[in-house]
Nanobody, 123 residues
């Protein structure tokens, strides 16, 4: 059974940076993709960024392009989300998720989710 555990969320001032981590366990991840999502109070969950466990491709929501960077460490089965230039509108619970056997990141369907980590950006 796949387990995803996020960490790294905290309170930060606008313009600051954070790095979120998502540790994955439960099986071998080779042809899968990982995504970061976020959900702000009163809003629907939205896609933030995605990456496959193999290959260089990444995919970002327009709202975070140029500010956020997704990366992975295959040896640690961990995916990261580096967030720079944080804005108050980035405040949300951030979730990582797994999409099995996904090749085209923009079309991935995610079926395993972590518990989330809170990011709060003060103005």
């Amino acid at each position: 059974q796949v387990q995803l555990v996020e960490s790294g969320g905290e309170l930060v001032q606008a313009g600051g940076s954070l790095r979120l981590s998502c540790a994955a366990s439960g099986r071998t991840f080779s042809s899968d993709a990982m995504g970061w999502f976020r959900q702000a109070p009163g809003k629907e969950r939205e896609f933030v960024a995605g990456i496959r466990w193999s290959g260089p491709n990444t995919y970002y929501a327009d709202s975070v392009k140029g500010r956020f960077t997704i990366s992975r460490d295959n040896a640690k089965n961990t995916v990261y989300l580096r967030m720079n230039g944080l804005k108050p509108e980035d405040t949300a619970v951030y979730y990582c998720a797994l999409s099995p056997d996904c090749i085209i990141i923009a079309s991935c369907r995610y079926n395993s989710w972590g518990q989330g980590t809170q990011v709060t950006v003060s103005s």
